[in-house]
Each structure stands twice: as structure tokens, then as C-alpha cells.
């Protein structure tokens, strides 16, 4: 299984300022998602980071608020844009191989806390 | 009605009982059943995985998988305190789906010594 890492592993923040977290996985991996995990809930996919291409994203998140790149195979970052504290959450990337695109490995996540 | 419901617990067992943690589904479309632990402060680690029906064992761990009722549980046996954390059923659907899973509430689960 893929280990991923991510940075920062926590950070607080100031209303409408931006946070960028990185993501990077010890090898090349098909498929790279971002998940929002809000206090006391469980995982919502944010959106697929496509390698070369716009990321896609799920129903109710906009590249606006949350832009995704993924220069490569191995690393990806999400981007919080303009903040408030309904964004406190923790965001965690995932990997997966085409192969199995079902069986995801996760990476520790990010705890933000906005305020 | 949501894709997927899990029972939210919390739930307190004493060391050495037998666990179950169960989801259910709403979309038969749904091929592929997996559970993932997430310890306090962790990212969540894949435990099981599972696209039929019937039982997968694991070493205490035993995920089974009932389609015709589209509901999936996963036992432990002999728990232990370092069970504790909280156990998230996923599905997923076919391959075209892009790889998408659906995560359920999670179940905290606490083993007491």
C-alpha cells in the first residue's frame, strides 16, 4: 500500500485568508482525492485530482473555494480559499491505483481550525 | 435517504467480547464494501475489503456482506483495547464511477480493559 504525507498536519488560521496543504505519495499512483471530514462526521469527497488536467469535483464544492493541482503522479494540494470558520475541518488526501480505484489509502490528514 | 447509514453508537464493550458494527446501503449498484479504522488524530487505515456476498475472515476480523438485504457488518472477535477508535463502513460502485466512495457515519468503538 501507498504511505502518504501530508503538510501542514495542522494549522489555525484567520477568516478570508487562504491555507495550502500539500500531499505527496511515496510512489506513482493513478488517482489522487481530497476528503473534508468535519467535526463528529464522517468523509465527504471534496474532488479527483487529475494529473494534467482540472480536477473534478463532487456536488456542493467549486474550484473557487477549493482549488486542487496535481502536477504530478506522486503529489497533489488543496487549497482553501478565502476562509471561515465553517471550514474547520480536517482534509485528508487519498491514493489509489486504476486497478482498484475502491481500495484507497489515506494520509494522516490536515487539522484546520479557522477563526 | 442517505447512500449509506451506519449505526453512530458509541459503543463500550468489555476486553474479550465479540463486536458487530453494521451499515446499510440504498443503491444495489453498489459492487465493492470495504471497512476502515481511524484511530484519534489519524488518517483512517483500510481493514477489510470485500465485493460478494458472504464472509471474509481476517485474523479476528470477519466482514460479511449480505446484498439481497444490501447490508454489511464487520465482527471482531476476542476485542481488545486497542480496538478502540472508530470504524467507518465505504462503498463503492462500479469502476466508471471513478473510483468514488460513500462513507458511512463511523461507529466509535471503546474496548475496556
Do not use: H
Amino acid at each position: 500500500s501507498a504511505v502518504i504525507s501530508q503538510k501542514p498536519s495542522r494549522d489555525i488560521c484567520q477568516r478570508g485568508t487562504s491555507l495550502t496543504i500539500q500531499c505527496q505519495v511515496d510512489s506513482q499512483v493513478t488517482m489522487m482525492f481530497w476528503y473534508r471530514q468535519q467535526p463528529g462526521q464522517s468523509l465527504t469527497l471534496i474532488a479527483t485530482a487529475n494529473q494534467g488536467s482540472e480536477a473534478t469535483y463532487e456536488s456542493g464544492f467549486v474550484i473557487d473555494k477549493f482549488p486542487i493541482s496535481r502536477p504530478n503522479l506522486t503529489f497533489s494540494t488543496l487549497t482553501v480559499s478565502n476562509m471561515s470558520p465553517e471550514d474547520s475541518s480536517i482534509y485528508l488526501c487519498s491514493s489509489a491505483d486504476r486497478a482498484s480505484t475502491d481500495t484507497q489509502y489515506f494520509g494522516p490528514g490536515t487539522r484546520l481550525t479557522v477563526l | 435517504q442517505k447512500e449509506v447509514e451506519q449505526d453512530p453508537g458509541p459503543l463500550s464493550v468489555p476486553e474479550g467480547a465479540i463486536v458487530s458494527l453494521n451499515c446499510t446501503y440504498s443503491n444495489s449498484a453498489f459492487q465493492y464494501f470495504m471497512w476502515y479504522r481511524q484511530y484519534s488524530r489519524k488518517g483512517p487505515e483500510l481493514l477489510m475489503y470485500t465485493y460478494s456476498s458472504g464472509n471474509k475472515e481476517d485474523g479476528r476480523f470477519t466482514a460479511q456482506v449480505d446484498k439481497s438485504s444490501k447490508y454489511i457488518s464487520l465482527f471482531i472477535r476476542d476485542s481488545q483495547p486497542s480496538d478502540s477508535a472508530t470504524y467507518l463502513c465505504a462503498i463503492a460502485g462500479p469502476y466508471n464511477q471513478g473510483g468514488k466512495l460513500i462513507f458511512g457515519q463511523g461507529t466509535e468503538l471503546s474496548v475496556k480493559p
